[in-house]
């Protein structure tokens, strides 16, 4: 089955995360329809244009004027049919276009609408235009993640906003049950500053315990040793000894026979405590050895541990490939591209037939012929520059 077959989805959102909220309910069956500016999302421009790409598969496009008369009567006659809308207009942009939520509760009380933006819709901040790195600055993210004696470094995969699509989505499937018992929709209030401080939780919590917070490690870790990245003698790889019966294992592995024997690194505390002497020594041995090698051995060994890969790889991998994370799509004037699908599996769902991302205003006229618009009325539209068809 498709859970959201049937249910009808206004998307207002653009670039990546609030598309990425439409593109879960269109896999999941919901007639998702993109509406766009006429003169399209601004990432349709660039080499950001991927991301549309990505983000919007699955779904209709419509090409729309919302700062015409006419354009807002289109949304509202959408709206008053619809079962969801996801947006992402910095807070009071929807309300002034006519299209914010309380304008559309009082057309349609079913409706659940879903807000995405940067710092939600209350707070001293909820104005601020805001980018993943943005968040990722005034979180703590970049604070905590870099190299010591080094300055802070951003994640470069946009996490935080994708979390925040994830999260706005389970926020929607929330609200389509409480809709089932009520028969009321509801405001979902979805924020990337929210996503990151939740993200931060470990280490918030350990501060308000301990008063400390560790200090910059590159891929090490405050309370693991060795838990971080080594040059081998070819390519860099990832250990993370964790627990005692790891560090055993890891020895015992490699040949480290002294270190192994070495009672200052027998428990995890000892480890800890001789972390820099420790690290120096395991690096040193690791230099000698091809990747390949120790990667076999620790794997046969069950100690967690990885090659450090390029996206190329990544590409090839035969998990990505045997869990089906990569389809190809063609796309008009592009070519071929290798597009993500989203991660997670049900036994009982099905996955609908992979559609690429529509073109600017590529479905304009199928969809006011579905609102009762006659193809004279649909042209006129076009001739007022309050529709684009493509």
Known sequence: MLPLKGLKVLDFSHAADGPTCGLMLAQAGADVIKIEPLQGDPYRRGPAIAAVYNANRNKRGLALNLQSPQGREIAHKLASTADIIVESFTPGVADRLGIGYAE???????????????????????????????????????????????????????????????IASWGVALAIIAREKTGRGQHIDAAFFDTAVFCMSFIIAGYSITGFTSPRMGSANPVFVPYQCFETADRSVFIGVTHDRFWQAFCGALGFARQGSDDHYRTAEGRLLHRDKLVAEVAAELKKFPSSEILAKLEAADVPCALVKEVSEVMDDPQVQARGMLIDMQYPGTGSMKLTTLPFKASQMETPEPLRAPLLGEHTGEILAELGYDKAAIDSLEHKGVIFRG
């Open 104 to 166: 559309i509760d009082r057309l349609n009380p079913r409706i659940i609408y879903c807000s995405v933006s940067g710092f939600g819709q209350t707070g001293p901040y909820s104005q601020r235009p805001v980018y993943d790195p943005v968040i990722q600055a005034m979180s703590g993210f970049m604070a905590t993640t870099g190299e010591a004696g080094r300055p802070p470094v951003r994640v470069a995969p946009g996490v935080i906003g994708l979390g925040t699509a994830f």
